[in-house]
C-alpha cells in the first residue's frame, strides 16, 4: 500500500522566516500528489496537484516541488494568517492517502 | 459557486444509538468520497461513491457502517449502535470524476461525531 510520511510535524516560524515542509512517499507509479491547507474546525482547501517529478507550482507565498521521492512545500516570507496544518495525499485509483500533515505556526 | 456542505456541523450522541451524517457535493460531481479524521492521525479513507454505485467497501471499519447515495447527488453515512472509538470527524469530498486529470478532491466542513 501507498505510503506518506511529511516531516516535522510542527514548525515554528517567524513572520517572514522562510521554510519548507516535507512529503516522502513510496507508491507503486505516481498518478499525483496533492496538497492541502486545513484550518482548524474546517475541511481541507486544496492548494495543489502534481504529476510528475521536475514539476512545480506556486500560489501567492507557497511553492511546491516534485521529485521521484518526495514533494516540497515552499513558504517565502509567511505571514500570520499561513498558520495553518498543511496535508499531502498520493492518489490511488479511488482514494486519496494522507500524511498525518504539518502544523505550522506563524508568529507576527 | 456552492462548495460541499455537510450536515448536521457537530453531532453528540449516545453510545449504542444509530446516526446519520449528510453530504451533499458540488453540482455537477460525479465521484463523491467519505473520510474519517481522528484526533492525532490522518484522513482515513472509508468509501467512495461513482454515481450512484460504491464498488469497494472495504474501507469502511466494521459493518456497523454503511453508505448509500441517490440521484447521483447527496449521500448519507449510517453509523449503527455507535461506539466510543466512532469519535471523529466525517469529512466529505466530491471530485468532477474518478482517475483522470480532473481529480482534485473538495472537501466539505465535515460532521464532528461525539459519542458519549
Known amino acids: 500500500e501507498d505510503q506518506v510520511t511529511q516531516s516535522p510535524e510542527a514548525l515554528r516560524l517567524q513572520e517572514g522566516e522562510s521554510s519548507s515542509l516535507n512529503c516522502s512517499y513510496t507508491v507503486s507509479g505516481l498518478r499525483g500528489l496533492f496538497w492541502y491547507r486545513q484550518d482548524p474546525g474546517k475541511g481541507p482547501e486544496f492548494l495543489f496537484t502534481?504529476?510528475?517529478a521536475g514539476e512545480e507550482k506556486e500560489k501567492e507565498r507557497l511553492k511546491a516541488t516534485l521529485t521521484k521521492k518526495e514533494s516540497f512545500l515552499h513558504i517565502t516570507a509567511p505571514k500570520p494568517e499561513d498558520s495553518a496544518t498543511y496535508l499531502c495525499?498520493?492518489?490511488?485509483?479511488?482514494?486519496?492517502?494522507f500524511g498525518k500533515g504539518t502544523k505550522l505556526t506563524v508568529n507576527p | 459557486g456552492a462548495g460541499v456542505s455537510q450536515s448536521p456541523s457537530n453531532k453528540v450522541t449516545e453510545k449504542g444509538k444509530d446516526v446519520e451524517l449528510r453530504c451533499d457535493p458540488i453540482?455537477?460531481?460525479?465521484?463523491l468520497y467519505w473520510y474519517r479524521q481522528s484526533l492525532g492521525q490522518g484522513l482515513e479513507f472509508l468509501i467512495y461513491?461513482?454515481?450512484?454505485?460504491?464498488?469497494?467497501k472495504s474501507g469502511l471499519p466494521s459493518d456497523r457502517f454503511s453508505a448509500e447515495r441517490t440521484g447521483g447527488s447527496v449521500s448519507t453515512l449510517t453509523i449503527q449502535r455507535t461506539q466510543q472509538e466512532d469519535s471523529a470527524v466525517y469529512l466529505c469530498?466530491?471530485?468532477?470524476?474518478?482517475?483522470?486529470?480532473?481529480?482534485?478532491?473538495?472537501f466539505g466542513p465535515g460532521t464532528r461525531l461525539t459519542v458519549t
Open positions: 502534481l504529476y510528475s
Open positions: 495525499a498520493v492518489q490511488e485509483p479511488e482514494r486519496l492517502v
Open positions: 469530498a466530491s471530485s468532477l470524476t474518478i482517475g483522470f486529470s480532473n481529480y482534485e478532491q473538495y
Open positions: 453540482s455537477g460531481h460525479t465521484a
Open positions: 461513491f461513482q454515481g450512484n454505485s460504491a464498488p469497494d
